[in-house]
Structures are given as structure tokens and as C-alpha cells.
């Protein structure tokens, strides 16, 4: 009972202190910075999916060898998946932030567009992507309260930079740049964390045929389940879209 009152309380100082992010940047930039922030929201939330999926096929590769080649292996293994996903991933992120300015235009006021928002986004979600093996390991470990806690500090954090800059220089634009430094602190604070908690036994390679097939399979189921969820939140993020272009 505790654990899930304490899950509960850890959800809740996440949401408010994203209920608060709303008042701080329409307080402090206008209808304009409030518009801009609502759009990295959205675009956000794009990859916190993908981190959803990321994780879960992660789990699945465990799973899947973990019979036939042992626990470290198995694990080694999912771990794999995570490094080598990150080249599409980055790949695909390339015309996202192309497209940005099409999705959001070009505000004269804050001088922030989509394009910019994007690459912010992008950005970030790089730099934090070793956090992606902290929440694999934590989930097999069944540590869930650790993982909620480890994205709450990540959003602390975002707010703790970008709020700060705001507050500083009155800068919308360098507001956003900072958040990029939440993504440079995530990202190494977990790299250190997995090197120093989590050790992985060497992977024993192979390069059969099948072998490849597998890992093509995996990204396949990636792209499956992401899809699904990127339709999903396109739907229902739809009027915020519209809001914060139109704000």
C-alpha cells in the first residue's frame, strides 16, 4: 500500500510541476512563449512514447533468449537493441526537424519556430538516451518507484534550466536552449549509474543469417508499436496543436 501511495505522490509532483511550467512561461513570455512551450510538449511527447517502446521490445529480447543463452546474455543481448536503435532513430530525426517549421511557424515575437523547437527536442532526447538502459535494467529488476523517481527528476531538471534562464535573461529562446542541458545532465548522471550498477557480461557476437534476421525483426516490432502510439497521441494532441499555434 505503501509503494503505491508513494508512485502516486511521485506522479503527482510530476504533473503539477508541469501544470505549474504553463503559468511560468505564460507568465513570463507571453501567449507567444506559452504557444512555443505547448509545442515542444507535444513534440515531446513523441519520444516519451518511443522511450515506452524502446523499453518494452528491450524486455522482449530479454525474454526471448534468456532461455537458450542465460540471463547476461539475454541481457547483453536487449542491451544491443538499445545502442543499435539509436541509429535510426537519429536518422528519422533529421526530416522531423526539417518539417519543423511546417508544423509550427516561425514566431517573429519569441524568435522560436518549430524547427528550432525540434532540434531542441531531438537534442535532448540524445543526450538522455542512456537513461533508455537505467529504465531496461530498473524494469527487469521490477523497480518501478526508481523509475518513476528517475523521470521525475528529469523533469525537475528541465524545469530546474529552463526556468532559471527565463527568469535570468527573459529570453524565450534561451529558455528552450537550456533544456538541452537537462538532457546533458540525465544523460551522464545515468551513464555513470549504468557503468557502476549495472555491469554487462561480454556478448558473445554472432553473425549468422539468422542472427540479422532477428535484429531487423526487433526494429520491425519497434516501428510497430511506436507507430500505433504516434497515431494515437496525433489524434489526441490535434486541438493542443491548434491552441498553441493559434497562442
Same mark, same amino acid.
Given at each position: %500500500?505503501?509503494?503505491? !501511495? /508513494?508512485?502516486?505522490?511521485?506522479?503527482?509532483?510530476?504533473?503539477?510541476?508541469?501544470?505549474?511550467?504553463?503559468?511560468?512561461?505564460?507568465?513570463?513570455?507571453? &501567449?507567444?512563449?506559452? =504557444?512555443?512551450?505547448?509545442?515542444?510538449?507535444?513534440?515531446?511527447?513523441?519520444? @516519451?512514447?518511443?522511450?515506452?517502446?524502446?523499453?518494452?521490445? #528491450?524486455?522482449?529480447?530479454?525474454? *526471448?533468449? *534468456?532461455?537458450?543463452?542465460?540471463?547476461? @546474455?539475454? &541481457? !547483453? $543481448?536487449?542491451?544491443?537493441?538499445?545502442?543499435?536503435?539509436?541509429?535510426?532513430?537519429?536518422?528519422?530525426?533529421?526530416?522531423?526537424?526539417?518539417? =519543423?517549421?511546417?508544423?509550427?511557424?516561425?514566431?517573429?515575437?519569441?524568435?522560436?519556430?518549430?524547427?528550432?523547437?525540434?532540434?531542441? +527536442?531531438?537534442?535532448?532526447?540524445?543526450?538522455?538516451?542512456?537513461?533508455?538502459?537505467?529504465?531496461?535494467?530498473?524494469?527487469?529488476?521490477? &523497480?518501478?518507484?526508481?523509475? @518513476?523517481?528517475? &523521470?521525475?527528476?528529469?523533469?525537475?531538471?528541465?524545469?530546474?534550466?529552463?526556468?532559471? +534562464?527565463?527568469? %535570468?535573461? =527573459?529570453?524565450?529562446?534561451?529558455? %528552450?536552449?537550456?533544456?538541452?542541458?537537462?538532457?546533458?545532465?540525465?544523460?551522464?548522471?545515468?551513464?555513470?549509474?549504468?557503468?557502476?550498477?549495472?555491469?554487462?557480461?561480454?556478448?558473445? *557476437?554472432?553473425?549468422? #543469417?539468422?542472427? #540479422? /534476421?532477428?535484429?531487423?525483426?526487433?526494429?520491425? %516490432? $519497434?516501428?510497430?508499436?511506436?507507430?500505433?502510439?504516434?497515431?494515437?497521441?496525433? +489524434? @489526441?494532441?490535434?486541438?493542443? +496543436?491548434?491552441?498553441?499555434?493559434?497562442?
Amino acid at each position: %500500500m505503501n509503494r503505491i !501511495a /508513494s508512485l502516486y505522490g511521485i506522479n503527482a509532483v510530476s504533473y503539477l510541476s508541469n501544470v505549474a511550467a504553463i503559468f511560468v512561461f505564460l507568465t513570463l513570455s507571453g &501567449r507567444g512563449g506559452y =504557444g512555443t512551450y505547448g509545442i515542444y510538449i507535444v513534440f515531446f511527447a513523441f519520444f @516519451q512514447v518511443l522511450d515506452f517502446a524502446l523499453v518494452k521490445v #528491450a524486455l522482449v529480447v530479454f525474454e *526471448r533468449h *534468456r532461455s537458450s543463452r542465460g540471463e547476461n @546474455q539475454a &541481457r !547483453a $543481448l536487449a542491451i544491443g537493441f538499445l545502442n543499435r536503435a539509436l541509429v535510426p532513430i537519429s536518422a528519422l530525426s533529421i526530416p522531423f526537424i526539417l518539417a =519543423g517549421d511546417a508544423l509550427f511557424p516561425y514566431d517573429p515575437g519569441t524568435g522560436v519556430g518549430g524547427r528550432t523547437v525540434a532540434m531542441i +527536442v531531438v537534442g535532448e532526447y540524445i543526450l538522455t538516451y542512456p537513461a533508455n538502459r537505467t529504465t531496461f535494467h530498473l524494469a527487469l529488476e521490477q &523497480r518501478f518507484q526508481e523509475i @518513476q523517481l528517475v &523521470r521525475l527528476a528529469a523533469t525537475l531538471l528541465r524545469h530546474l534550466f529552463a526556468w532559471s +534562464v527565463l527568469l %535570468m535573461t =527573459g529570453s524565450l529562446l534561451l529558455a %528552450m536552449l537550456a533544456i538541452v542541458l537537462k538532457g546533458v545532465a540525465v544523460g551522464l548522471i545515468a551513464r555513470h549509474w549504468n557503468e557502476r550498477t549495472f555491469v554487462l557480461a561480454d556478448l558473445d *557476437r554472432s553473425s549468422s #543469417a539468422a542472427a #540479422a /534476421s532477428e535484429r531487423n525483426g526487433e526494429l520491425l %516490432m $519497434l516501428a510497430g508499436i511506436a507507430g500505433t502510439a504516434f497515431l494515437l497521441i496525433i +489524434v @489526441q494532441e490535434l486541438p493542443a +496543436v491548434y491552441i498553441d499555434r493559434t497562442y
